[in-house]
């Protein structure tokens, strides 16, 4: 089973600024992984595939990058929407997710 | 639009069964691989199980591999998954999931495995 790392647990980020979120493979899942967002009471909601392409109807404002086993989610400028918990997951094979990374207000 | 609702849920005794459903619709259910997806209080996502749109390959995280069992019918569109032995870890929100990358994703249905 491939394990999924996310970096921090916790991010303190004021609205309007740059967020970055981190994720790392335990082996290559190549460019394989996804990222979700995931607000209290609600099913995750797709934003990233391929590691960098947005689903749609997602903004601009999130992309994607990295291959092998580095991954970044990168927010390029925060709305007060954006506050909730991100996971990876890669489905390079069985599919696993990352702990998640929980975004808050600064 | 496409939908997938759960059922099946409720409260359930260590040791005890549980079959949990999912109604697809809105797409053609049997072109699509389906998959659990469970969510522990408070905790994060871990992949369940997992079946091809033919039912020719199926996976199961180990953590309940010999104890749950995934199934289709393609002709009523729909999603199963009996749950044994359940143990007091089990409780959690399964969700019904299209396809390993999620765009579709059910509400949720609550197990809770408790005495």
């Known amino acids: 089973e491939i394990v999924m790392t996310q970096s921090p647990a916790t991010l303190s980020v004021s609205p309007g600024e740059r967020a970055t979120l981190s994720c790392r493979a335990s082996?290559?899942?190549?460019?394989?992984l996804a990222w979700y967002q995931q607000k209290p009471g609600q099913a995750p909601r797709l934003l990233i595939y391929?590691?960098?392409t947005r689903a749609t109807g997602i903004p601009a404002r999130f992309s994607g990058s990295g291959s092998g086993t580095e991954f970044t989610l990168t927010i390029s400028s925060l709305q007060s929407e954006d506050f909730a918990v991100y996971y990876c997951q890669q489905y390079n094979n069985w599919p696993t997710f990352g702990q998640g990374t929980k975004l808050e207000i600064k | 639009e496409v939908q997938l609702v759960e059922s099946g849920g409720g409260l359930v005794q260590p040791g005890g069964s549980l079959r949990l459903s999912c109604a697809a619709s809105g797409f053609t259910f049997s072109s699509y691989s389906m998959n659990w997806v469970r969510q522990a209080p408070g905790k994060g996502l871990e992949w369940v199980s997992y079946?091809?749109?033919?039912?020719?390959?199926?996976y199961y995280a180990d953590s309940v591999k010999g104890r749950f069992t995934i199934s289709r019918d393609n002709a009523k569109n729909s999603l199963y998954l009996q749950m044994n032995s359940l143990r007091d870890e089990d409780t959690a929100v399964y969700y019904c999931?299209?396809?390993?990358?999620?765009?579709?994703w059910g509400q949720g249905t609550l197990v809770t495995v408790s005495s």
């Open positions: 391929g590691a960098s």
């Open positions: 999931a299209r396809d390993k990358v999620v765009v579709a």
């Open positions: 082996q290559s899942v190549s460019s394989n």
């Open positions: 079946i091809s749109s033919s039912s020719s390959t199926i």
